[in-house]
């Protein structure tokens, strides 16, 4: 027998789940597996022209059993035998309409192959309209329901999400009986306990993203929601008042999921939450740090003790919510709603001709010409970075402006647009990559400067997702614009590890996160100073960017 207890955490992103098998006692990751959503891959259910990216449920079931699978076939019997808890993160805010029994209308055959019955993914922005009536609502009622969301409420979130799909297909309209989130769904699919009033409900996701505040006995009333859309009529008394915090235990494996993974029905089953609240989790967040989950968008995640909160509203950011983060303390969130994202459209651009006009070549075999095609646009942004290192910070006029998918904070609003300025016939690929390096930076410092401004002290950044690990020029620009050391986590999927630690906490393996934390944390990969003189700079650069930037809201979005 062995007295060690393993968990596993699960992390559902944008474009893949992925498993890690961790020792509970150590922090090891004794195995992982990642797999692509099959339908997402192949660019099923979404319309990115009209802001529309939709995940159908059968990718969630497939992929969290294909990666659970593949996890546990890479372990011993031991460390099979000795799995005592499961929890989630999940992207969010990704929610879906159900029926009466919890399930996605998805999986119904009468909805299957209708995105509005699918999960609408965080980047979604149809729901534009929704959010600017909330908004509105919220400023004339009694009560401002988004006052712990920063005082404006996003596109990308539940309500307005919900809003909009059932104002615009009425044929939902017939079995739509509550929502769920995707962080509150998968681990009440595999406890079995789905029905909408008996699930569990996570305090993260309902705080930063559905207006829940126990202020006002859980989520707004039933007057101010059927404002924003009639059609929510009924909705919020099938739901929820209740809300639970990270490593609260839900139930166990049920016996069909139990039979489908391999494993035993006493596996504890914890309470889900957001990715990026767990990635803080797993990279060590204490007060007085800011962690940086930074990939395709950028979260922000802080947390505070209820002393130095009190009475303190934080406007324009993702919200502050109690026990979001850590149970005991007030959790904060921000984020930029492109990162990495805005990397991978500069690379399209550039991949253009390649993949237009490369691909009808008639003078080298098909096969070859494949492997040229895949091999050119593989290394495009390797290049574009290994020459922007070399160019120094002052020589280049380019400025950009971050807001490619709209802003997140501070102070959202999805209308914005993109901007890139200075350019002329010097202009080169290396130098507009290096601006859009820069400009993604600034996004970040315009974050931090509102959370000092508002009172809170950050003497520590930490970084983690693939691009803190995989791009050191990224890392060292954000540092120079910041003027702030960052640490790097060494856990390569820390948002997994954050969900380990959760569900070692439902185990009952420890009492606290913070215990956990402090055995299963993995400490740092690398850190990153900054140049003081480089920093000089870009203050100066920087000042441009606030000004670029309060251009183009105003003058050419007619604010």
């Known amino acids: 027998m062995t007295d060690k207890k393993y968990v596993i955490g699960l992390d559902f992103g944008s474009d893949s789940g992925r498993a890690i098998v961790v020792n509970a006692m150590t922090g090891d990751v004794m195995a992982s597996a990642v797999k692509y959503y099959p339908r997402w891959k192949d660019g099923l259910y979404c319309d990115p022209s009209n802001n529309q990216y939709r995940h159908h449920p059968l990718d969630y079931i497939e992929t969290l059993e294909q990666t659970i699978k593949e996890s546990l076939a890479q372990c011993s019997t031991e460390v099979v035998n000795h799995i005592v808890g499961i929890a989630f993160d999940t992207t969010g805010s ?26 609408v993914l965080w980047k979604d922005h149809t729901a534009i309209q929704e959010a600017a009536k909330i908004n509105q ?52 699919l595999i406890s079995g306990k789905t029905k909408p009033e008996e699930v569990y409900r996570n305090r993260c996701a309902a705080g930063h993203k559905a207006m829940w505040s126990a202020e006002w006995d859980g989520l707004p009333p039933e007057e101010f929601l059927t404002a924003i859309e009639p ?95 850590l149970p005991g303390m007030i959790g904060m969130e921000a984020g930029q709603s492109s990162f990495g994202d ?32 895949e091999e050119t646009i593989d290394h495009i942004l390797p290049a574009l970075t290994k020459e922007a290192e070399q160019i120094p910070v ?37 130098l507009i990559f290096k601006a859009l390096v820069e400009a993604t930076a600034f996004g970040s410092k315009a974050i931090i400067d509102r959370f000092l401004k508002n009172g809170q002290t950050i003497e520590s950044v930490i970084g983690i997702g ?58 740092f990969a690398k850190e990153y100073y900054p140049n003081p003189e480089k920093h000089l700079i870009y203050q100066k ?19």
């Not at 006029?397 to 999805?414: F, K």
């Open 394 to 430: 002052n020589q280049s006029s380019i400025l950009a402006v971050d807001w490619m998918n709209g802003r997140r904070t501070p102070d959202a609003d999805p209308l914005v647009k993109g901007s890139i300025t200075g350019l002329n016939l010097a202009s080169s690929a290396p």
């Open 231 to 325: 059609s929510l009529a009924g909705f919020r008394e099938h739901l929820y008042q209740n809300t639970y915090t990270g490593g609260t235990k839900i139930g166990e494996l049920n016996q069909e999921w139990a039979e489908r993974f391999g494993l035993s029905t006493s596996v504890s089953i914890s309470v889900g939450a957001l990715d990026c609240h767990t990635g803080a989790v797993g990279a060590g967040i204490k007060p007085r740090t800011l962690v940086r989950v930074i990939g395709t968008s950028t979260c922000d995640i802080m947390v505070s003790s209820y002393e130095e909160m009190e009475n303190k509203l934080i406007p324009g950011i993702c919200g502050q919510v109690d026990g979001s983060v």
């Open 137 to 188: 609502l919220a400023k004339q009622w009694d009560i401002d329901y988004t006052a712990y969301e920063g005082g404006i409420y996003d596109s990308e979130w539940v309500w307005a999400k919900m809003a909009h799909l059932l104002r615009v297909d009425k044929d939902l309209h017939k079995k739509a009986y509550a929502w769920i989130e995707l962080c509150d769904w998968l681990p009440a």
């Open 466 to 523: 693939g691009i803190a690990l995989k791009s050191p020029f990224i890392m060292q620009t954000l540092a120079d614009v910041l003027n702030m050391p960052i640490q790097v986590s060494k856990a390569e999927q820390a948002c997994a590890l954050g969900s380990a630690i959760f569900a070692a906490v439902g185990a009952g393996i420890y009492q606290t996160v913070e215990e956990a934390q402090e055995k299963m944390n993995q400490g």
């Open 94 to 119: 990704t929610p879906v309409l159900t029926d009466e029994t919890g399930t996605p209308l998805a999986l119904l055959p009468e909805y299957a192959e209708n995105p509005n019955a699918m999960f």
């Open 342 to 373: 805005i990397y991978a459209w500069f690379k399209r651009v550039l991949a253009w001709p390649i993949e237009n006009i490369l691909a009808q070549s008639t003078l080298i075999d098909e096969e070859t010409k494949k492997k040229l095609i």
């Open 541 to 559: 650069i920087y000042e441009k960017y606030l000004q670029l930037g309060a251009f183009t809201d105003k003058e050419l979005f007619n604010k």
